[in-house]
């Protein structure tokens, strides 16, 4: 191969390789964000099903505090988690802005639907990878691998939660059991 072409090929495979970087970096995820205690979170939109203004819900007995209870929500018996009470902030009344999101989650037992209780929803912003800055490390004492990231928005920091790891493996595993213990009642009826 002549030396010219040699040279064509490098160029043309690097802004091959350029294109590629491009198209990955320009690649963007949407994120619906929410509001807790003035701070702004988000998570996944491709796992949001529905969201819905807060109703009443089935209270179950030896739950979590953080655990309000169940929706039926259309045939399918949802859990319903108090995301201020399981990030341990303080308990505040409902209004008409809070709403239910329900999320599609996957755990070791198989996928779930679960909802979160939120103050407010607040937007749906697009966020790229390259973007993402690293959760900080904030040694053993703190739980933080549901958190996958953060990003900013608006000059807003919005904390990019994993919804697969909200709840641990036993949580999920005895959410599992209410809603099948539930749907096993229904079925009764």
């Known amino acids: 191969m002549t030396t010219t072409n040699m040279a064509t090929v490098q160029s043309t495979n690097t802004m091959s ?29 491709l796992r949001v099903q529905e969201i819905k203004g807060w109703t009443p819900v089935t209270r179950i007995p030896n739950t979590p505090k953080y655990m309000q209870g169940v929706l039926n929500l259309r045939g399918t018996i949802v859990p319903i988690v108090d995301m201020r009470m399981r990030f341990d902030l303080q308990r505040v009344e409902y209004t008409p802005v809070t709403v239910i999101i329900v ?17 407010s929803v607040s937007d749906v912003i697009d966020v790229n990878a390259k973007d993402i800055k690293a959760t900080p490390n904030f040694g053993t004492t703190l739980n933080t691998e549901f958190i996958n990231g953060l990003a900013t928005s608006a000059e807003n920091m919005v904390m990019l939660l994993d919804v697969d790891k909200l709840l641990s493996v036993d949580e999920m595993t005895a959410l599992a059991q209410i809603s099948d213990a539930n749907a096993d009642v229904r079925d009764e009826e």
């Open 17 to 45: 390789e350029t294109t590629d970087e491009k198209k990955i970096e320009g690649d963007a995820t949407q994120f619906l964000t929410f509001i807790l205690d003035d701070e702004a979170y988000g998570v996944e939109i």
């Open 103 to 119: 999320l599609s989650v996957k755990s070791e037992s198989g996928e779930r639907v679960i909802g979160l209780v939120v103050d």
